[in-house]
């Protein structure tokens, strides 16, 4: 078999190239991940068994633990996509034009959908109580650059003028709080989408309860 | 022994009168719940056990098992006390003079002090994923109250215009998920006293985070 043939080989071969392995493994490894943090959403921690995870998609339970591990590796694993997407919506936000006060509306705005999607969820979902200590490590630290974030678009708001002058901390920990609770009370199946919640809600907060005179 | 000389023998006998006995039996109860709240708090439900909550207090679990029952039956009544201190907060509230708007803060307020309280933090905490469906249903009927109180004061103050023209739910959503989440991150030993933390709270949800220009 020469060289100059395999290219043709290739588009025809039964056997799959490195690329279409890996491909094939990330969409396993996320349908995997998909019906686990569905699970962990809808049931808890505790009363989920990776077996009914692994029935949900039509596999076994080692099928998971050679994908994704043990129930905590999968849970950590759940997580760590809500909280990359978290970081992702700062990281564009940083990047948009405007006031500091828009770009954290902005990231609010993303915050909240993501809370409310199924990775999101198991982050608001999982009391810290649940976790090994190296889990809660690890989760910690992926937490951390999301908290810096809001503070610095609160910092730079309350420097430009454009957001009042309140104790970081506490207006982060108010809007954080806010903007996570949907994390548990939204369900797919009733009222309005994610996107038109989290308007709704971030402009309450931009605009405070209080009436203007 | 005659009537007449009851009351003398009541004062130096060694057997309680009912009245004794039963406030022994509540301050029994109420040590025994306290103890069960805070482990709850601490380690979540499913990693709770009755045994060590008992000999927290130095009691054994049948001890337990005689005042309050089962473990979801100790879980469901900590819970039930939290609940109960939110309908007073609502009621002390609405019985206030002033404006909606003013009963809606100081109800605001209280609602944040008793979710940073060990009751309060046990019905933030615990998912409803954690409970049978008659635990669900009962909680859920204690619960009914103080989301109609909330959304009452918010329809009172839009129609007196204290308060901005927002969709009710959406603002009692986001006002209570506000409130609501002191209850995972407070920690007694650091920090601000929770009526601080209830007040700056209330102060940037009625102001908003916008400056007023």
Redesign the interface.
């Known amino acids: 078999m020469s060289a100059s043939v395999q290219p043709d080989l290739q588009s025809t071969s039964p056997f799959r190239t490195a690329e279409q392995r890996e491909a094939d493994r990330a969409a396993k490894r996320n349908a995997l991940l998909l019906a686990a943090a569905r699970m962990f959403n809808?049931?808890?921690f505790?009363?989920t068994s990776l077996d009914d995870v692994a029935a949900s998609v039509g596999v076994t339970k080692p099928t998971i633990y050679h994908y994704l591990g043990n129930k905590e590796q999968v849970l950590i694993e759940c997580m760590t996509i809500g909280l990359i997407q978290l970081q992702e919506a700062a990281a564009a936000a940083r990047a948009e034009p405007g006031t500091a006060?828009e770009r954290?509306c902005s990231f609010l705005r993303r915050y909240a959908e993501v809370n409310m999607a199924e990775f999101g969820q198991c982050v608001i979902?999982t009391?810290d109580?649940?976790l090994s200590p190296e889990g809660l490590e690890k989760l910690r630290s992926l937490k951390r650059p999301i908290d810096a974030a809001m503070r610095s678009f609160?910092v730079e708001?309350i420097e430009e003028?454009?957001?009042?002058?309140?104790?970081p901390k506490?207006?982060a920990?108010?809007?954080?709080?806010?903007?996570?609770?949907?994390g548990?009370?939204y369900r797919p199946d009733a009222g309005s989408p994610p996107s038109e919640?989290a308007t709704?809600?971030v402009?309450?907060?931009?605009?405070?309860?209080?009436?203007?005179r």
């Open positions: 809808a049931r808890g505790h009363a006060m954290l979902r009391g109580e649940l609160i708001g003028g454009s957001i009042v002058s309140a104790d506490m207006l920990f108010t809007l954080a709080g806010a903007l996570n609770w949907p548990r009370w919640i709704a809600m402009d309450i907060l931009m605009q405070g309860f209080a009436a203007r």
